[in-house]
């Protein structure tokens, strides 16, 4: 069979200008096969051309080409092109920073913001506007100016120490240009007195008077009244937080007439809490004034700019999803046949590739209603592993960078708001404290529930194990501290707190059981975990302050300290009979130390124990390692 193949030319449909097959890069063809001109180099000016502008383009220097030094002209209708491709200038270069130059940038910032470092409003336009006056030869923009300041902060290009001497410097020039403006007002008397009507605004450098109606000023005050008289119950502490004044600039007018009616308001006052009052009233009637208002915040409103990774997102979503499904599955296993459900589990089913005409088809919903269960608890276990973990890393930095702000966030959890303080009350409760006898087992009673509820606190965060021990060592052991010497603590009143505490810490999986209890109080320095021990906290403390208070000259200090014949626990009238100690330590090998037969003198005993106490501890020695090696043929030592 014999098979010709004709060529007819290009398909129809195809787009003029398309590279034919073979033809290289160099030469085009329309759909007859005709030869078409090699494209021009396209030149463009803007985004896009505006069909309306009669406007032609500026030709480059360095476009010389022309329409003759290609291979053939355009076709007949072809569009012109118009477009002109942006090129690099090769004039700009991009501006090397150096450290005098950044210095300068500094310089000017401290001087627009009268050495402060957080920025005041409007501090992008008086920077860049003071940076070029200083600097006329400089040609950049305000953003520029703006982006490297914040660059020389965030990447700390200047160190503390140049920052300081750039603040230095600032401050004299503003005092010399203080001294000078005030040596000029008392050169040249004030042109005009302000009213309380009129309000002064700041524009381009120079005051300038704003006079404003009587009504309007009236309408002002009786507001700022209704502003004293709203706020003037309400706790400061509960109070809405002022934000921040958007438009400085704008609403120097509204400020200075603010100004004038507090003025007026604090005439003649010296209480602090009408002065407080005063300026917050004032705040919230610029900020209203100014089209703003006092922030009250939402606590159910969900922060959308959230930073948590996009894998999160979509697995929340879709465990939304998986419950949601279920949901409507379980509806309609249970014989909820309503338009809406029925129309969901069909496209449930759908997406499954279940046909829901079978006869079998229930079955097969109740195992994707248990699937789609199990994946929503599989995938919730993920997110719930990943927000402990988050939440750990930001406890223990809070806890490193700052343990007073860690703590007093533990402390506010169950803090209430502070009540207003009844004199009364108040002279009431300091009598009985004063007046009555102190009751030792109720005050102990109350200071071990105060320490167990910290060590709780603590103990349900996800710190460390050292930050948990470092965090109980500073927060809860002080809850106790400050009762010693003074609240009647026995022995077995110290052990049970130690013993509170390690079944608190067995509890929360911070203790085994079977670990030992002398590594849990040694010092992290020596292997152990650097507990204290509260009974031995509290013996030392006694021990100094009895030792502080027999040591004292003081009149005073020796007559309470004769008359106290237990009243305390230190019992600084009764004389303590003193008792030496003397160590006798021999080791498993027999071996001695040099002070063991001075310290047999001093006890007055025989040096005979020497001899028998090392044949007693070497063959008791001997008898352990037959034991352990199974060669045990002697009886044990009696």
Not at 262 to 284: E, F, I, M, P, R
Not at 346 to 354: L, V
Not at 529 to 551: D, V, Y
């Amino acid at each position: 069979m014999n098979i010709s193949i004709v060529s007819q030319g290009s398909l129809p449909g195809v787009r003029q200008g398309m590279s034919g097959a073979g033809a290289g890069h160099d030469s085009m063809r329309d759909v007859g096969g005709r030869q078409l001109r090699r494209r021009a180099p396209v030149i463009q000016e803007s985004t896009a051309p505006n069909p309306n502008s009669n406007s032609q383009p500026n030709r480059g220097v360095d476009d010389t080409r022309r329409a003759e030094d290609y291979e053939a002209p355009l076709p007949q209708g072809s569009p012109a092109i118009r477009r002109r491709a942006a090129r690099r200038r090769e004039d700009t270069r991009r501006l090397k920073w150096t450290v005098e130059m950044n210095i300068e940038v500094m310089r000017t910032f401290y001087i627009i913001n009268h050495c402060r470092d957080e920025p005041l409003p409007g501090w992008r336009h008086l920077l860049h506007a003071e940076f070029l006056r200083r600097n006329p030869t400089f040609n950049i923009t305000e953003q520029n100016i703006v982006d490297r300041k914040n660059v020389i902060v965030r990447k700390r290009y200047l160190t503390d120490l140049q920052l300081q001497e750039v603040k230095r410097e600032v401050g004299q020039i503003i005092y010399q240009q203080e001294e000078f403006q005030i040596q000029l007002q008392e050169i040249q008397p004030p042109q005009r007195l302000i009213t309380p009507t009129s309000s002064p605004s700041r524009s381009g450098g120079r005051i300038s008077v704003v006079h404003l109606p009587e009504t309007q000023h009236e309408e002002r005050q009786e507001r700022f009244l209704q502003l004293v008289t709203h706020y003037e119950l309400i706790n400061p502490l509960n109070r809405p937080r002022i934000p921040k004044l958007r438009n400085a600039n704008k609403a120097r007018d509204i400020i200075s007439s603010a100004n004038s009616i507090l003025q007026q308001y604090l005439d003649g006052t010296n209480d602090l809490q009408k002065a407080h009052l005063g300026v917050y009233c004032a705040s919230a009637l610029i900020l209203e004034l100014n089209g703003q208002q006092v922030y009250t915040p939402n606590p159910n409103r969900r922060n959308k700019n959230s930073d948590a990774p996009m894998w999160r997102k979509r697995l929340e979503k879709n465990i939304d999803e998986h419950r949601a499904d279920a949901d409507v599955l379980n509806e309609f296993l249970a014989g909820n046949n309503s338009r809406r459900v029925m129309a969901k589990t069909q496209a449930i089913a759908r997406k499954a590739q279940i046909d829901l005409n079978n006869a079998d088809h229930r079955q097969q919903l109740l195992n994707l209603k248990d699937l789609l269960r199990q994946k929503a608890k599989a995938k919730g276990a993920r997110l719930r592993r990943y927000n402990k973990l988050t939440k750990r890393k930001q406890q223990n930095a809070v806890f490193e960078n700052n343990q007073k702000q860690f703590l007093r966030s533990l402390e506010k959890q169950d803090e209430e708001q502070p009540a207003e303080i009844d004199p009364a009350r108040f002279t009431t409760y300091w009598n009985s404290i004063w007046n009555g006898r102190i009751n030792h087992t109720q005050l102990k009673k109350d200071f071990q529930e105060k320490y167990k509820s910290r060590v709780t606190k603590l103990l349900n965060t996800l710190l460390s194990g050292g930050n948990l021990i470092k965090a109980i060592n500073s927060w809860a052991v002080p809850v106790l501290t400050y009762s010693f010497g003074i609240v009647k603590w026995s022995v077995t009143d110290l052990d049970e707190l130690d013993r509170l505490t390690r079944r608190l810490l067995t509890k929360f999986r911070q203790l085994h059981t079977n670990s030992s209890v002398i590594r849990l109080y040694l010092p992290r320095r020596r292997g152990g975990r650097g507990l204290l021990n509260i009974k031995n906290q509290c013996l030392n403390q006694e021990a100094s302050l009895r030792r502080k208070l027999l040591t004292n000259r003081d009149p005073l200090v020796t007559a309470i300290a004769r008359e106290d014949a237990g009243y305390t626990p230190l019992s600084l009238g009764c004389e303590l009979i003193p008792v030496d100690t003397y160590a006798l330590v021999i080791s498993a090998e027999g071996v001695m130390t040099t002070r063991f037969a001075k310290n047999i003198a001093a006890l007055g005993l025989s040096y005979n124990i020497i001899r028998n106490g090392q044949k007693a501890v070497v063959l008791q020695t001997c008898h352990i390692v037959r034991k352990v090696l199974g060669q045990d043929e002697f009886p044990p030592l009696a």
